[in-house]
Each structure stands twice: as C-alpha cells, then as structure tokens.
C-alpha cells in the first residue's frame, strides 16, 4: 500500500442505504398514488411522502458528512481533529505513548510521526460493528506512512492489558461516547490508571453530561487524588472544528481532555 487508508468515520454503506431507501419510498409512493383510491391512497401517500423526504435528508446528511470526514477531500475534518489531538503529545526518546481506540491507526501513527524517538502503542478491540478497520489495516497504515515506532495490538478500553503506570501519554479520539456503559468516568479512570506519574493525557471526545454526567466534579477527583493539571477545552469553537459544524455533525459537547498526572 502506498498511501494510507484511514477509512471515514462515515461508512458507505450509510449512503448506499440512504440512496436505496430513498428510491423505495419514492416508487412506492408513485404506486400507491398510481393504483389505490381513496383513503388508503392517502394515508399512504402521507406515509410514504414523510418517508421519502425523510430518507432524502438522511441520505443528504450522509453525503455531507462523509465528504467532510474524508482525508482526501476537501474539508479533510477528521485528519484536523486527528493532528490537532495529536499536537498535545511531546515525548521525549526512550518514552511510550499508549492510543485507545486507535481503529486504522490515525492517531497512533500521527503521535509516532511527531515524536520519531518514542514509542507507540495502538490498542483496539476492532469488534464486528466496525469491520472496515483491523489491526491489519492500522499495520498497512503504519508501513505507508514509515512510522516504525508504532504498534498494535487488541485491547479492550474498559478492560485495558496494561500494568499500572506503564505509559507516559495515553490518548483517544472520539471512542468512549460509543462504549455501551453507564459509567464513562469509570473508563477514563481506567485509561489513567495505564499513565505514569508525571505522564500527559489528551483524550478527545463528545463530553455531554448525558454521555459522561458531571465533568467539574470529575476533574475535582482528579486534582484530589494527586494529578498537577486537568482541563476540558472545548474544540468545537474553532479550535478543531467550527460551531456550525459540531451542530451539523452532531459532533457538539466535543471537547479535549488534558492535563498531567
């Protein structure tokens, strides 16, 4: 592989529904117009134009966002997030720097490539519901972009393979929110657990109460048990991405968890 094949956060298959449920509902609208009368022809002509024009929005939105996550297009977004994020990590030779989440390896690698000296680890679980990504897939990315210092291998976030203290950055993208669990706080504690005294974090991700529930008293936690700086930026106010685009996006509440143990 000679470039790398970060994939898109929105998968094709998403369109390619889009588009199909679209030309369903409209050909099925033009058959119940076409061939019934009266009141069965329109309560499902009602039905069926809400669901057409439904399926249209999906299928604009999917667009949309799809060109706007892909590295090689235009507004390339999510390669914005992916280096920005990956901007907050120094390390020095000899350290280790540890991805959760890594799915193809963006992240991973762009940490490994601003610090050629240090270590990276990439962990995922790479589970059925995201089959386009792989360790594979991350490997492949590793050797097109000559990132030698990167690995990977399967770890679950909730349950991380590591020892206590192991690494001397720990990073995420946009992984924990999609983790079905009730206590998200929990699994940030076990993404620290894995930092080093003295050791950065910069975790980025959709940081709404709902998803993670209060974040002051968590960064107070944190102060309490002995951590030098903790602070929640948000990145949606054009610092990664504009305002508008979080709303589009559905990427509001995004903001980037960092500090230093």
């Known amino acids: 592989m000679n470039q790398p094949d970060y994939k898109n956060w929105i998968p094709k298959w998403m369109i390619c529904s889009g588009a199909v449920g679209t030309a369903v509902s409209v050909i099925l609208l033009l058959?119940?117009?076409i061939t019934l009368r009266g009141t069965a022809r329109a309560v499902l002509s009602i039905v069926f134009a809400l669901?057409?024009?439904l399926m249209?929005?999906?299928l604009v939105w999917s667009v949309i966002a799809y060109n706007a996550f892909s590295y090689t297009g235009r507004?390339?977004?999510?390669?914005?997030?992916?280096e920005s994020t990956a901007g907050f990590v120094k390390l020095e030779s000899g350290q280790t720097a540890l991805d959760i989440g890594c799915g193809s390896g963006a992240l991973a690698i762009a940490v490994a490539k601003r610090n050629p000296s240090a270590k990276v680890i990439g962990c995922d679980r790479w589970g059925k519901e995201y089959a386009e990504f792989s360790m594979k897939l991350c490997a492949d990315n590793a050797k097109a972009e000559k990132a030698e210092n990167v690995v990977f291998q399967k770890?679950?976030?909730t349950a991380l393979p590591f020892a206590d203290e192991q690494f001397d950055a720990v990073v995420s993208n946009y992984v924990y929110h999609n983790i079905p669990t009730k206590d998200r706080q929990a699994v940030l504690l076990e993404t620290l657990r894995t930092l080093k005294k003295g050791g950065t974090f910069a975790i980025h991700d959709i940081f709404s109460r709902q998803k993670y529930g209060d974040m002051d008293s968590f960064i107070r936690k944190l102060y309490d048990m002995g951590y030098e700086k903790v602070e929640l930026i948000n990145?949606?106010?054009?610092?990664?991405m504009s305002a508008k685009e979080s709303k589009l996006l559905f990427?509001?509440?995004?903001?980037?968890?960092?500090?230093?143990k």
Not at 75 to 82: E, F, V, W
Not at 235 to 240: E, L, P, S, Y
Request: proline content about 0%; some cysteine.
């Open 155 to 157: 770890g679950d976030a």
């Open 251 to 260: 990427l509001r509440e995004s903001k980037l968890l960092v500090g230093k």
């Open 56 to 58: 249209c929005v999906y």
């Open 31 to 33: 058959i119940f117009i």
């Open 75 to 82: 507004r390339r977004l999510s390669k914005d997030i992916i």
């Open 235 to 240: 990145t949606t106010n054009g610092r990664f």
């Open 51 to 53: 669901a057409s024009v």
